[in-house]
């Protein structure tokens, strides 16, 4: 049994009272036998309240996602066992009696999954399903396509993962400290159409909102490499092997848009969601501005620079899903190329200022500056930290982190949705990688999007933690960063486990 005091995320209140409920029931309790009724007038959008008294436990919930959530709650109380694949407990369970009330800050709690990078096969996306689902997090951001990779099955366009899902090898590292070949591992895989409605399916049981992101205009070598006619130059390419932005961007042609129109309707028919990412982040325009093509395409429409063929490129797309029903999500250089439809959700990743803007337009936004929400950022400066890109990011900052930025009138916060992690996956090339990466971190990123603001505090977040989060995390099967230091690694045979980042 685990006490009140040891939910997390923590609730919005907690009233223990004396006593215990226990119940004896053979194995793991597929569900904590609790009588639920649904009230949507007494409780906000996914809020629950628990009652546990000696002879039995009550639950009132908002809506179905709230009732999701008491039984999560529920489980943390169990213990860490009510976590474990197997029954190893002799039982009885047991409960602590009080009242827990309960729901959300942000309707969007978000993590990025960066499966481009490296793929990650269908089992460890159901277990990073599950982890989210036992944190409260609601939408996971499938990032799907890039210059290194093409993950998704479009049986119109089978080149697009027949050539653009594997690669010859990757940069171990980044220049100069690591090497700048690369390592020579042939690396691949896609999702073929029935493990993505499985997927999407596994994360709708777990209240998780999958919502799929294939990136245009840029950070598409992959997709150029399988069908060189929607390049600029027609050259012939192969998918990237190295990180960072290609110049290799789509063209500007009525084909390419179309092309992806087509793309994007086999996307929304996989995905339910609301809401489909099309990237719109890094676009060099250097092969635009020396495209005969686009120069002409830019007369057509009276543009005065390629950047905004860029705007008109992602309108042209954004307008498309609008048409299937659904809105548009892109990253925050979609502001910066023109005019992009109201309706398109911002998600602000090159600090808050993108999302402050975003927000005083009238878009929608969900904050993911990455100097706070990168968890493929570096956790310390120890010399065993594995690959330690960009910012140092410790578990007190990310748990620190205020989504609604202090300078942002309030009219505009209540434009912001939510916040999101990000798990890019450059370096992280094993489910074990992208375990050590998350977390903890990713639990303090839950609270910071679940849990109030006020009366946060890192002293009682981390005591929480270490006693009652991390054996659950231990019983899950989570490889996370101890607390107390890195683990060392050795990336793969013959390449240092600690690579430095350029500064
Ligand atoms: C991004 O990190 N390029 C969204």
């Known amino acids: 049994m685990t006490s009140l005091a040891g939910l997390l995320p923590r609730p919005v209140h907690v009233r223990p009272a004396p006593g215990t409920y226990r119940f004896v029931t053979p194995g793991i309790p597929a569900q904590v036998s609790s009588v639920v009724r649904f009230d949507p007038a007494v409780l906000p959008p996914e809020g629950y309240r628990i009652t546990i008294t000696p002879h039995g436990v009550t639950t009132v919930a908002a809506d179905r996602a709230g009732a999701y959530y008491a039984e999560v709650t529920l489980r943390q109380l169990l213990g860490p066992d009510a976590f474990r694949a197997a029954d190893i407990h002799s039982g009885p369970w047991v409960l602590p009696c009080g009242e827990i009330e309960d729901h959300p800050r942000f309707s969007w709690r978000g993590?990025?999954?960066?499966?481009?990078?490296?793929?990650?096969?269908?089992?460890?996306?159901?277990?990073?399903?599950?982890?989210?689902?036992?944190?409260?997090?609601?939408?996971?951001?499938?990032?799907?396509?890039?210059?290194?990779?093409?993950?998704?099955?479009?049986?119109?366009?089978?080149?697009?993962?027949?050539?653009?899902?594997?690669?010859?090898?990757?940069?171990?590292?980044?220049p100069p400290d690591g090497t700048a070949d690369h390592d020579g591992r042939p690396h691949g895989g896609f999702y073929p159409t029935e493990d993505l409605r499985e997927i999407v399916a596994y994360a709708a049981a777990r209240h998780v909102t999958v919502v799929p992101e294939v990136d245009i205009p840029g950070h598409s070598q992959a997709a150029i490499a399988a069908y060189p006619e929607l390049g600029v130059t027609g050259a012939p390419l192969r998918v990237l092997t190295r990180w960072g932005i290609s110049d290799n961007v789509l063209n500007v042609s009525e084909e390419t848009v179309e092309f992806y129109r087509r793309v994007f309707t086999h996307v929304a028919s996989l995905f339910p969601s609301p809401v489909i990412c099309l990237g719109g982040d890094e676009v060099p325009t250097t092969q635009w501005a020396r495209s005969p093509l686009a120069r002409q395409r830019m007369a057509e429409l009276g543009l005065s620079s390629p950047a905004h063929l860029h705007g008109w490129f992602v309108s042209r797309l954004a307008a498309h899903l609008s048409s299937l029903g659904r809105r548009a999500l892109g990253w925050d250089e979609i502001l910066d190329g023109g005019s992009v439809p109201r309706s398109t959700i911002v998600a602000s990743w090159r600090g808050e200022d993108a999302g402050i803007r975003a927000a005083a337009a009238g878009h929608d936004v969900v904050m993911c500056p990455e100097q706070e929400t990168y968890l493929d950022h570096r956790q310390s400066d120890h010399p065993d930290e594995p690959i330690p890109v960009g910012f140092r990011r410790t578990l007190a900052d990310v748990h620190a982190y205020e989504p609604i930025p202090a300078s942002m009138p309030a009219a505009a916060a209540a434009r912001v949705l939510?916040?999101?992690?990000?798990?890019?996956?450059?370096?992280?090339?094993?489910?074990?990688?992208?375990?050590?990466?998350?977390?903890?971190?990713?639990?303090?990123?839950?609270?910071?999007?679940?849990?109030r603001g006020e009366g946060r505090s890192l002293a009682e977040f981390e005591r929480r933690l270490a006693e009652h989060h991390l054996p659950r995390l231990d019983a899950l099967g989570v490889e996370y960063r101890p607390l107390d230091g890195p683990r060392p690694w050795q990336t793969r045979p013959g390449v240092p486990g600690r690579i430095r980042e350029p500064s």
Not at 435 to 448: G, M, N
């Open 418 to 451: 939510g916040a999101q992690a990000q798990v890019w996956t450059e370096h992280l090339d094993s489910p074990r990688r992208v375990d050590y990466a998350a977390f903890p971190r990713l639990a303090a990123f839950a609270e910071v999007v679940w849990s």
């Open 111 to 174: 993590c990025l999954l960066d499966v481009a990078r490296h793929f990650m096969p269908k089992a460890g996306v159901f277990r990073f399903i599950d982890l989210m689902a036992v944190h409260r997090l609601n939408v996971l951001h499938l990032h799907l396509t890039d210059d290194q990779g093409w993950r998704i099955e479009v049986p119109e366009y089978p080149l697009l993962t027949e050539v653009g899902s594997w690669r010859e090898g990757s940069w171990v590292g980044r």
